[in-house]
């Protein structure tokens, strides 16, 4: 067989010569851009040369500190075939995490998007590497700032070569990109993206029985592009010629819902916050989402009366993803096997609520401190996987030998499988309650109260306890309408469904739960600031 090298140059080629015409939507600040594929090659290749002028060379880190849009798409071919690697640095990190993971990978350019400059002004002073700053703006002059030496992006890219040829020589095994995990302890650790790793994680995108993404489908990465790839989704719609939307800075729900009825996207991802907030928007206001095929949803558990929205009420299947910022992301998918066919509509809410089936590529077991666990749907492990879109360590970090070990990355996630190999995620390690001996999951209590019409949201975390070593307490925020009264009804509801001594001790009710940069819950700020209030008796 040919040893032809899998690169990211080979994705966009073939856009390039396949699907010149198709299109690529992008909001701005300035409103929403329309480029072909055609156009977008060019911008790319000016982009490469621009940066290649710049004195960007094979092995630099470049980092963009930007939005969903064309340009951020632009670097994201750009830096990587020209043999240079593309840092996407997560903008919702804290200043300190900002300046520390720039520093850490060592960027020698910062693209920035405009509206987005004054958070890295206020890190400037601290960033060792950087050389050299571009502004990504619509408009024709720069803004004013303290950033220096500054240049504009469009102005680079009309100086620059729009046949600007990659070299042809990358070795698929070259590093593309990287990313950094949101630090919930610690500092963030960076993970390594190489172009085979890339390229054979968009082809699993593409496969019919995981996201089936193709051609014809019109796809709206919500997932932000700063954050594990935007799940792959960017990657694979260049190559597989797929029309874009791009939503840019102003991601309300509104905002989504129009681009979704003007655009007719087929196929879309974000995180469970993005999906309650849109579901509840259209209880209250009218939008046509019937083009969609599918709604991806991943970062976190998304609760069941979200599931039952979309499948029920609108007709959108809405599969759940497992993945992490290690695995590129893509682990699992809750698609629906033929055997499944004719099941109720609470079975199928069910199976949706689970992370699924690994996709084909990757190999996952779930062990527990006696093997690997039986696939009964009840006993408990760790899951760990391994595969070729899989990172084998972190970037220069000690902490690798804790996660990688034997060939295999240990998630830190406790799970359980079911007869069929459905993967269903009951904790984090560190999350995970033990009770008396006993172990409690809180992404089962939570799943459980968010099911209820009064509760927005719920987060469940352990305190200690003198007799019990841990209890559960849940941090509840109500739905609109309703008020803490509510507390016992919400007790009965969950004792109908667990046994005694799973239900929380407590019911907290807040106006809202701290979260991620990514939209999880923060669970080590509510265990700090619930353990230094109480302990349980």
């Given at each position: ?15 390039e ?53 064309h ?31 720039i ?54 890219l ?30 963030p ?77 087929t ?33 976190s ?35 629906l ?9 609470e ?104 099911t209820h ?52 001790d ?32």
């Open positions: 067989m040919m040893n032809t090298p899998l690169t990211l140059t080979g994705l966009l080629n073939r856009a010569r396949y699907f010149s015409k198709k299109e690529i939507v992008s909001t701005t600040l300035s409103g929403v851009q329309r480029f072909t594929y055609g156009e977008y090659g060019k911008r790319t290749r000016r982009l490469a040369d621009a940066l290649s002028k710049l004195s960007m060379g094979k092995g630099d880190k470049v980092a963009t500190f930007a939005w969903n849009t340009r951020h798409l632009e670097a994201y071919f750009a830096v990587p075939c020209t043999g240079a690697v593309l840092h996407m640095v997560n903008i919702r990190l804290s200043p300190e995490h900002v300046a520390y993971v520093n850490h990978a060592e960027d020698k350019i910062l693209l920035v998007d405009e509206d987005l400059v004054p958070l890295i002004e206020k890190v400037q002073s601290e960033l060792k590497t950087v050389e050299k700053y571009i502004i990504m703006s619509d408009k024709d002059t720069l803004p004013e700032t303290t950033l220096s030496p500054v240049y504009s992006y469009e102005e680079l009309k100086e620059a070569d729009e046949e600007f040829v990659f070299p042809e020589d990358l070795d698929e095994n070259t590093p593309a990109g990287m990313c950094y995990t949101s630090a919930t302890t610690g500092n650790k960076g993970v390594v993206y190489t172009h085979r790793g890339i390229v054979l994680h968009s082809m699993a995108t593409g496969l019919a029985d995981s996201l089936a993404l193709s051609e014809r489908d019109v796809c709206m990465p919500i997932v932000p592009m700063f954050h594990a790839n935007a799940w792959g989704l960017p990657f694979a719609s260049v190559w597989f010629g797929t029309k874009l939307v791009l939503p840019g800075p102003n991601m309300t729900p509104q905002a989504i819902a129009s681009l979704i009825q003007e655009e007719k996207v196929l879309t991802a974000g995180v469970p916050t993005i999906w309650l907030a849109f579901i509840n928007l259209l209880e209250k206001e009218n939008y046509d989402i019937s083009s969609l095929r599918a709604v991806v949803c991943g970062g558990a998304a609760p069941k009366n979200i599931i039952r929205a979309f499948e029920e009420k609108h007709n959108v299947p809405f599969i759940q993803g497992y993945g992490m910022t290690e695995t590129s992301p893509l682990v699992s998918l809750s698609t096997t033929s055997e499944m066919d004719n099941i109720s509509l079975d199928k809410v069910d199976t949706r609520a689970s992370q699924g089936l690994v996709i084909p590529g990757l190999d996952v077991r779930v062990i527990n401190e006696n093997g690997d666990v039986p696939w009964d749907g009840k006993t408990m492990g760790e899951l760990i996987v391994r595969g070729p879109w899989v990172a084998h360590e972190y970037y220069k970090d000690e902490r690798t030998k804790d996660t990688f070990r034997n060939g295999w990355l240990y998630t830190g996630d406790i799970a359980k499988l079911n007869d069929s190999g459905y993967i269903q995620i009951t904790d984090r390690t560190k999350d995970l309650i033990k009770s008396g001996g006993e172990w409690i999951s809180s992404v089962d209590l939570e799943n459980a109260l968010m019409d009064a509760v927005y949201e719920a987060a469940v975390i352990a305190v200690p306890h003198e007799k019990w070593q841990e209890r559960p307490v849940a941090c509840v925020v109500l739905q609109e309408g309703y008020a803490e009264s509510i507390k016992d009804e919400l007790v009965s509801y969950l004792s109908s469904q667990f046994a005694k001594w799973w239900i929380p407590e019911l907290i009710f807040m106006d809202e739960i701290p979260k991620t940069s990514v939209g999880k819950f923060l669970k080590r700020a509510l265990r700090e600031k619930l353990g230094q209030e109480m302990t349980v008796e």
